[in-house]
């Protein structure tokens, strides 16, 4: 069974960090994995995504320079660095294979 498990979201002040992590399992990587996020009251959107290889990523305009993705084979984890959070940060961060699977979510809150 495929599934994956994204964790490391919290409560974190305007300009902190948080890395979020999404651990796979039932498959081994290498998929391409993407993170999305969904702000309350808004439609989910992309945020960012690597390649199997890890040679390709791609990130929201938004968040260029302030997140990384990154992947773990060995570990079947894929990796989302959040550094200098905003408010519009906040929402519910998923992850996703190939957005055929989809981790249940965590949720991050950056308070201004």
């Known amino acids: 069974e495929v599934q994956l498990q994204a964790c490391g979201g919290g409560l974190q002040q305007t300009g902190g960090s948080l890395r979020l992590a999404c651990a796979a399992s039932?498959?081994?990587?290498?998929?391409?994995i993407g993170w999305f996020r969904q702000a309350p009251g808004k439609a989910r959107e992309w945020v960012a995504d690597?390649?199997?290889?890890?040679?390709?990523?791609a990130h929201l305009d938004s968040v260029k320079g302030r997140f990384t993705i990154s992947r773990d084979n060995a570990k079947n984890t894929v990796y989302l660095q959040m550094n200098s959070l905003k408010p519009e940060d906040t929402g519910v961060y998923y992850c996703?294979?190939?957005?055929?699977?989809w981790g249940q979510g965590t949720l991050v809150t950056v308070s201004s």
């Open positions: 690597i390649n199997a290889g890890s040679s390709i990523t």
């Open positions: 039932g498959f081994t990587l290498p998929y391409n």
């Open positions: 996703t294979m190939a957005t055929l699977y």
